[in-house]
Nanobody, 118 residues
Framework: QVQLVESGGDLVQPGGSLRLSCAAS????????MDWYRQAPGKQRELVAT???????NYADSVKGRFTISRDNAKNTLYLQMDSLKPEDTAVYSC????????????WGQGTQITLSS
């Protein structure tokens, strides 16, 4: 019943910007810490950014200063603002809702493709 749907992926030039959205339904969105991950073909999934229910954020070193994670609890939506995009940012980006405790489930969106054309 929990559904996370990403949108905003596109083909973009290096140096460009995109904003990804993750729309959550079937959940009390405001309770949960949320993450953005990315995975390039043939590579391990990488944690890009995190945000707690209270708004505290953390970023991978590779995106720090370029990406901004945010949330709008009134709209049940998670965002990832991506600026100064680089070819190495090419990946499928997925949002993730953490469980709140032991035995509680977490959830994933299906992902959205970001492709840098250089």
């Amino acid at each position: 019943q929990v559904q996370l749907v990403e949108s905003g992926g596109d083909l973009v030039q290096p140096g460009g910007s995109l904003r990804l959205s993750c729309a959550a339904s079937g959940t009390i969105f405001s309770i949960y810490a949320m993450d953005w991950y990315r995975q390039a073909p043939g590579k391990q999934r990488e944690l890009v950014a995190t945000i707690t229910s209270g708004g505290s954020t953390n970023y991978a070193d590779s995106v720090k200063g370029r990406f901004t994670i945010s949330r709008d609890n009134a709209k049940n939506t998670l965002y990832l603002q991506m600026d100064s995009l680089k070819p190495e940012d090419t990946a499928v980006y997925s949002c993730h809702q953490r469980g709140v405790g032991v035995g509680m489930p977490d959830y994933w969106g299906q992902g959205t493709q970001i492709t840098l054309s250089s």
